[in-house]
C-alpha cells in the first residue's frame, strides 16, 4: 500500500481567505483523488487529478473554487479558495494502489474550520 | 447510476457482542468493485477490504468476515466478538467499470459504538 501525507493536518481560517492542502505519496502513482467530507456526511469526491493535464471535476465543483496542481508523480495540491463555514470540512487525498483496478488509499485527511 | 445505501446510521452494542453492518448497493456494471472502510475517531480512512463482482466467495479475516450476496445486491459485513477499539465509522463504497473504476460512491456510513 502507498504511504500518504497530508499537510496541514488541520487549520482554523477565516471566511474569505484561501488554504492550500498538501499531499505527498511515498511512490509514484498515475491518479491521484481528492475528497471532502462534510461534518458528519458520507465522502464526496471532488476532482481527480493527472499528472501533467487538468484536473477532472465531479459535478458541484468547479476549478475557480477548488484549483488542483499536480506537478509531479508524487505530490498534488487541493487550494480552497474564498472560504466560507460551509467549506469547513475534512479533506483527503487518495491514491490508487495494489493492481490495476481501483484499490484506493486515503491520506490521514485535513481537517478544516472556516470561521 | 451507482448508489450505496448503509440504511443503520448507528449501531451500539456490548463488548463481545457480533454486530452486522449492511450494504445494499446499485449499479448498471457488470463489472464493479465494492470496499470497506472503517474511519476511527482520529479521521484516518482505513481501508479493510476489496470485493470484485465476479467473486461471490465470503471472506473472513479474523473477526472479521465480509458476506457478498449478487442476488440481493448486498456486502454486509460482520464484526464477531466486537471490542471497544472496533469503534468508529464504517464506509461501504462501489466502483465500477462504467467510471473506469475511477471514482468511489460512497454509502453514508455506520457508526459502531462499542461499549465495554
Known amino acids: 500500500s502507498a504511504v500518504i501525507s497530508q499537510k496541514p493536518s488541520r487549520d482554523i481560517c477565516q471566511r474569505g481567505t484561501s488554504l492550500t492542502i498538501q499531499c505527498q505519496v511515498d511512490?509514484?502513482?498515475?491518479?491521484m483523488f481528492w475528497y471532502r467530507q462534510q461534518p458528519g456526511q458520507s465522502l464526496t469526491l471532488i476532482a481527480t487529478?493527472?499528472?501533467?493535464?487538468?484536473?477532472?471535476?465531479e459535478s458541484g465543483f468547479v476549478i475557480d473554487k477548488f484549483p488542483i496542481s499536480r506537478p509531479n508523480l508524487t505530490f498534488s495540491t487541493l487550494t480552497v479558495s474564498n472560504m466560507s463555514p460551509e467549506d469547513s470540512s475534512i479533506y483527503l487525498c487518495?491514491?490508487?494502489?495494489?493492481?490495476?483496478?481501483?484499490?484506493?488509499?486515503f491520506g490521514p485527511g485535513t481537517r478544516l474550520t472556516v470561521l | 447510476a451507482q448508489k450505496v445505501t448503509q440504511a443503520q446510521t448507528e449501531i451500539s452494542v456490548v463488548e463481545k457482542e457480533d454486530v452486522t453492518l449492511d450494504c445494499v448497493y446499485e449499479?448498471?456494471?457488470?463489472?464493479?468493485?465494492l470496499f470497506w472502510y472503517k474511519q476511527p475517531p482520529s479521521g484516518e480512512l482505513v481501508f479493510l477490504i476489496r470485493?470484485?463482482?465476479?467473486?461471490?466467495q465470503n471472506e473472513i479475516s479474523g473477526r472479521y468476515s465480509w458476506n457478498f450476496q449478487k442476488s440481493t445486491s448486498s456486502f454486509n459485513f460482520t464484526i464477531t466478538a466486537s471490542q471497544v477499539v472496533d469503534s468508529a465509522v464504517y464506509f461501504c463504497?462501489?466502483?465500477?467499470?462504467?467510471?473506469?473504476?475511477?471514482?468511489?460512491?460512497f454509502g453514508t456510513g455506520t457508526r459502531l459504538l462499542v461499549s465495554p
Open positions: 487518495s491514491v490508487r494502489g495494489g493492481d490495476a483496478y481501483n484499490e484506493q488509499f
Open positions: 511512490s509514484q502513482v498515475t491518479m
Open positions: 487529478a493527472n499528472q501533467g493535464s487538468e484536473a477532472t471535476y
Open positions: 449499479t448498471r456494471d457488470t463489472t464493479y468493485y
Open positions: 470485493r470484485n463482482s465476479f467473486d461471490e
Open positions: 463504497a462501489l466502483s465500477g467499470v462504467y467510471t473506469g473504476f475511477q471514482k468511489l460512491v
